[in-house]
């Protein structure tokens, strides 16, 4: 298979339907120097944390070479990149705007309206400062607050050069993954921290989407939320309640507060102990309406019954897998967006992720992914089944631009539709993102 098929009466043949590529800010930019240091730069100092022992001092070299990665992107044909900002580069640990980072992201946001290429701009893609982190990071209530003033600083410095903001991306990740499994930055684990992390990062983002919309009326504002849908392994009452206590806790925890203004109702099965502290009047602060809701799906996973933890995960040992080892389930993707459609008053949702890490070859310059080409396809059909089914979507966004460092993966994994050799710092089109070009090119001229 050479081609993306989409037919052409789908919505994402309509032209006003946009394409994009997205990166963040640590995986890519390199230069750790010219910035302060974040949970990410002490977590991969940290010996056994990322499994090449590899950290993020110069990933890409997007700093250096964002220019030549600009014009790659405007090869590709999209009509948008989604970047994250890197709060550790863009402010000084006494709360004022560093102005060398800041201009950064000014060239860049400015290079790229002058390609006509939309910027979505997230303010919190997982790299904290680590001077915050020392007073407590997301456990720390004071770091939503500040979060806010970091949103209200740079979106008034950068002025009307973004066309949308996310205030976070992921906060699972940031909680669960950061504060409670302890396998992302910064490293804790305890489910008590990983339920007040989680608050805080809502509640931050909250606080923050308020003065978005006051500095940037003309932005969509909104949030990016993660969702790996869950199944039960079978019909059986308890698998069926086990899938659904692991959506709660895994899926419903971030949206339900911001769209619903409550957390789900399993929140009475947490212990008094692990249960956050909330403020009266948090809730309305978190569920300040949204302008948009950016979902990022890769996978499902696949749940039993389990006595000791009320649910636990199934491997699905002869599913087809990337090679991150995440069931590709196409159909979860439809089941998702209809799910959230029939559940939610939903704004115009944005898909802000999707993609697979496929182990590639670089052979005689070119990169055969037909297997990452295959994901994207069925995905982008996936997409246009719950469109039509009447789930209302304005984007889709694939992960990743290009390779680049995969968290605790390090650049084992590679995820991009652009393969990065890190030696050189040389950039190839893979057979995937070609297609990708050559499918955003059919769809313009129709
Ligand atoms: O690379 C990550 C990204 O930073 C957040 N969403 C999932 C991707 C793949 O793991």
């Known amino acids: 298979m050479k081609n993306i098929q989409i037919p052409k009466d789908s919505r994402l043949c309509q032209k006003d339907?946009?394409?994009g590529v997205a990166t963040a800010s640590f995986q890519i930019e390199g230069s750790a120097d010219s910035r302060l240091p974040c949970i990410w730069d002490t977590f991969c100092a940290t010996p056994g944390k990322i499994r090449d022992g590899?950290?993020?001092l110069l990933a890409c070299d997007h700093v250096n070479l964002w220019r030549d990665d600009v014009k790659l992107i405007q090869s590709l044909g999209v009509d948008a990149y989604r970047l994250s900002i890197s709060w550790p580069r863009v402010m000084f640990a006494d709360g004022s705007l560093n102005p060398a980072g800041v201009d950064f992201y000014i060239q860049l946001l400015d290079e790229l309206k002058a390609l006509n290429i939309k910027a979505f701009v997230t303010l919190y893609h997982w790299d904290l400062p680590q001077h915050l982190e020392?007073?407590?990071?997301?456990l720390n209530r004071e770091t939503a607050y500040l979060f806010a003033d970091y949103a209200d600083k740079i979106s008034q410095a950068l002025g009307d050069r973004v066309y949308s903001y996310a205030t976070l991306n992921e906060p699972f990740c940031s909680s669960y993954l950061g504060y409670e499994a302890g396998i992302h930055a910064p490293g804790k684990q305890q489910k008590a921290w990983g339920r007040q992390a989680a608050h805080h990062l809502l509640l931050a983002h909250g606080l923050a989407l308020k003065v978005l919309k006051k500095n940037s009326p003309n932005s969509l504002n909104g949030l990016v939320l993660n969702f790996t849908p869950c199944y039960a392994q079978t019909e059986d009452p308890a698998d069926v309640a086990a899938a659904q206590l692991?959506?709660?806790?895994?899926?419903?925890?971030?949206i339900k507060p911001v769209l619903d203004g409550a957390y789900p109702k399993?929140?009475?099965l947490l212990s008094d102990s692990d249960k956050?502290?909330?403020h009266d009047g948090d809730f309305a602060i978190i569920s300040e309406p949204l302008d948009f809701l950016g979902v990022n799906f890769y996978t499902r996973t696949v749940y039993q019954a389990c006595a000791e933890n009320g649910f636990a995960p199934v491997d699905m040992v002869d599913a087809p897998?990337?090679?991150?080892?995440w069931e590709i389930y196409p159909q979860a993707f439809t089941d998702l967006l209809l799910s959230l459609h029939q559940q939610y008053r939903l704004p115009p949702v944005y898909i802000t992720e999707n993609g697979a890490a496929m182990d590639d070859k670089l052979q005689n310059g070119v990169v055969v992914d037909e297997d990452r080409l295959g994901y994207y396809q069925a995905h982008l059909l996936a997409l246009d089944s719950a469109i039509r089914q009447g789930v209302r979507v304005d984007g889709y966004f694939a992960w990743s631009l290009m390779d680049n460092f995969e968290w605790a993966e390090g650049y084992l994994k590679r995820f991009g539709i652009v393969y990065v050799d890190y030696q050189s710092q040389q950039r190839t089109i893979k057979q995937s993102g070609l297609a990708y070009r050559d499918f955003i090119q059919s769809?313009?001229?129709?």
Request: charged content about 25%; aromatic content about 22%.
């Open 246 to 254: 692991a959506d709660d806790y895994f899926n419903q925890w971030y």
């Open 134 to 138: 020392d007073k407590g990071g997301w």
């Open 266 to 268: 399993s929140f009475a």
């Open 321 to 325: 897998k990337t090679d991150i080892g």
């Open 17 to 19: 339907f946009i394409f």
């Open 443 to 446: 769809r313009k001229s129709c």
């Open 54 to 56: 590899s950290d993020g």
């Open 276 to 278: 956050p502290v909330i």
